[in-house]
């Protein structure tokens, strides 16, 4: 069974970073784009961030310049380097990953457990 684990949400002040990591595990055969996405109190789970398999990246324009994705393919694992955070990114923070679980399988969405990010003073 496939999971994703993320880690490293927290509480930071406006202008401060953050890293976050979710590693994938269990039955992988092929691991295709992951990315990030966020969930705000009362509003859509909207796209963050995502990374192909063979590094081509997209940026929601809210996030263009203060947040990068990476990704370690060896390690099954997709980060978000958060800079220069604001109010407005506070939000849990859910990684996803296109997967397919085994040799001739169809490929299937994953999803995180989430990760609370809050921005404040």
């Known amino acids: 069974q496939v999971q994703l684990v993320e880690s490293g949400g927290g509480l930071v002040q406006p202008g401060g970073s953050l890293r976050l990591s979710c590693a994938a595990s269990g039955s992988m055969f092929m691991l295709n784009t992951m990315g990030w996405y966020r969930q705000a109190p009362g509003k859509q789970r909207e796209l963050v961030a995502t990374?192909?398999?063979?590094?081509?990246?997209h940026y929601a324009d809210s996030v263009k310049g203060r947040f990068t994705i990476s990704r370690d393919n060896a390690k099954s694992t997709v980060y978000l380097q958060m800079n220069s955070l604001k109010p407005e990114d506070t939000a849990v923070y859910y990684c996803?990953?296109?997967?397919?679980?085994?040799?001739?399988?169809?490929?299937?969405?994953?999803w995180g457990q989430g990760t609370q990010v809050t921005v404040s003073s």
């Open positions: 990374i192909t398999s063979g590094g081509r990246i």
């Open positions: 996803n990953a296109d997967i397919v679980p085994r040799i001739w399988g169809a490929a299937n969405d994953y």
